[in-house]
């Protein structure tokens, strides 16, 4: 039917069209909502690149036969059942850290198992429902017969469950985003999580000469705990520091970029804790604008140790960002823990999609803990045994971080508050040249002073 | 409040993204002027087109053939989907054609995210020759690229009304905004004017989503929804009639956007400045037909 597009029609496609200003804008604020939470993680994404800071070098070839404690002898005894939930939906996926800890638990399954029980484990993933996590870490308890959580990343997993880790007696071992993940007894994580990773960049560029910082996140629920952190850390060495955060997906890169490099100064740095896709964002568009060289320093939280945003940034970068590591970089890594890495990678790991990275490494050094903590028990592998044990590791060299691995029995966990730092070089990250060896996080963060002082300092791995 | 000196590098972005809404917005008016249909697909469209235009980069096909590729993948899909749902909506109302459009973009939305998923945190981003060249005024740094942004919406702005006003198809869809029933009975072949509307407004969605994928981000949620959002403002403004108004109201609130960037404290809120002002501008707009109504009752 043909129609004029006049008076009344026009009102009611002028109606149609201010609804879908709304409609849209929901879809754009929910889609916002949905992965800004990602983007204050620290957990990183993909492979990195420096020389070894803290792994020894080993010249015999290590193979999966190292998984366990009888090379080629499959598991057959009454299976240890272990479980773990993941966020996997469009945007966020972090089951390759699961999928990791999956193929490190064969590999000692296929090689004597944990005296001679293999460990069945059960990978769950969640889209960041609050009761649908709930009802997942109930199914696992109460349906699979979990003893232990071992490989846990999700973006609220932490907040959701930690009362009823607590109140079933599970301690959890995994990579921690939401705060937590590092303040409560039951959970314990292997990598820093945003605000010590941020805590970590903002130190290095202090030690660099920065007299001022200009310290951005993306606008979600919690930044103002993880900036707490940095503000402490700047305020603490008499340097001012003016915390931002911006919505994401971020639309206006150009814009953020002109008003950190203006905070910032020509003397001071500017410090990012975004995920990958939003920080190169910023950081390709002070390159474009050719802003890169007007303030002294850019530095990052861990999410940009990646491979692909050094690649994509170029030379102009080298030396000029520096980027907080948490875990050993493994590209030119010839310790024995890396080797092992790679042979399970390559025997194992066919699920793991992104391969050699941040997410498998930590799913790695998970298992790992979690094997040495199992292998320690004598008697029945129940939740109490399983829980004591983890609570036994003390001190234990991973070859995967800077320090010593410490859960203990404590009421917070931050086992890994020692970190180092990167430099893109050629599309690598390197470690950099002025002060990017092993380095404490400053206990002028009140949260690490408040974990020392119950915790102790872990010694450096050797 | 910050200095003059500070709010001016933002001139600059304002201007660049001002221009590429100024670009949406007149392919949302003219699509609409000839069908009658509010085209909510337009972000999805140049986002999809811009990740095949990074697939191809990436496979190593050289940057210009990526670049057309992806202004030529918009025209055919909106092309393709005004041929084919077209007709089939002709008879029902601005509700539900708009809305089917934003069945297209929903549908566009989740095929990106599948087939270009975020796993392994890795970034795809698309750059131009044109950003690495540029000019200084004074202290403002302006590269090609924003340049081109910015010509780029007054070109099509200044084409576009040019086309409307002097060709005889630009006068064929003005009839159809007009009368679309007196149109066909006086022999315009309304399928092909409509169908010549659907192809340009899609060749404006491939060429807004290439350039907000370097100037914004290579990102489905930024390229979906901000670009309609901010778009479709501007053409509200513009009363889905007026191409100059909507030229001018998609500079506003480019510039307005970016100007709010140093007011810290309202900074969070600048994704609110296409609502805030299409808000007032039609408050005014309906407080001036109340009153010149009044007037004529009077």
Known sequence: MNRPLHGRTRTAAAVVAALALGVLAGCSSSSSTTTAPAASSSAPASSTAAASPASGSSASTVSTSACG???????????INIGAINTKQPGTDFSDIENMAGAYFACVNANGGINGHPIKFFPETEQTNPSQIAALAKQLVTTDHVVGMMGNSSIIECSVDAAYWKSVGIDVLGAGIDPECYSTPNTASVNMGPRYSSDGAVQYVLAQGANKIAFDQSNVPGTAYIAAGPSAVAKAKGVSIQDFTENVPITSANAIATKLVTAAGPSGAVVLNFTPPEALLILQAAQKLNLEDRV????????????????????????KLFVNAELTPLDGNTSATAQLFDAILKQYGSDVSGGVGSFSEMGFTIAEIGTHALESITGPYTIASVSAALEGVKDYNTGMLCQGYTYGDYSEHIPNNMDFTVTPDNGKFVQASSGGACTLISASDPQIAAYRAIAGTAPMAS | MPSWAEFQPYIVTGLALGGLYALSGVGLVVLYRATGVLNLAFGAVGA??????????????????????????????????????????????????????????LVLFGVIDLAWPTTGGQSPSISFPTDNGGFSVGQLQVNWTQVIALALGIAITVGTAAFLRFSKLGTAMRAMANDREITATLGVPIRRVEAAAWLGCGLLAGIAGILLADLSALDDTTLTFTVVISSLAAALIGQLRSIPVTFAAAIVIGLVHDLITPITQISNYQDMTPFVLAAIALLVMSRGQVMSRSREEG
């Open chain 2, 48 to 105: 999809m087109g811009a990740f095949i235009a990074y697939s191809m980069i990436q496979a190593g096909d050289p940057d210009w053939v990526a670049w057309i590729t992806c202004i030529v993948f918009g025209g055919v899909v909106t092309l393709g989907y005004g041929m084919l749902f077209g007709p089939a909506l002709a008879g029902r109302g601005p509700l539900v054609q708009s809305i089917s459009t934003l069945g297209l973009a």
């Open chain 1, 296 to 319: 002294k320093y850019w530095a990052c939280s861990t999410p940009c140790n990646t491979d692909f945003l050094a690649t994509s940034l170029g030379p102009k970068w080298n030396g």
């Open chain 1, 69 to 79: 404690t009888k090379p080629g002898v499959a598991a057959t005894g009454t299976p």
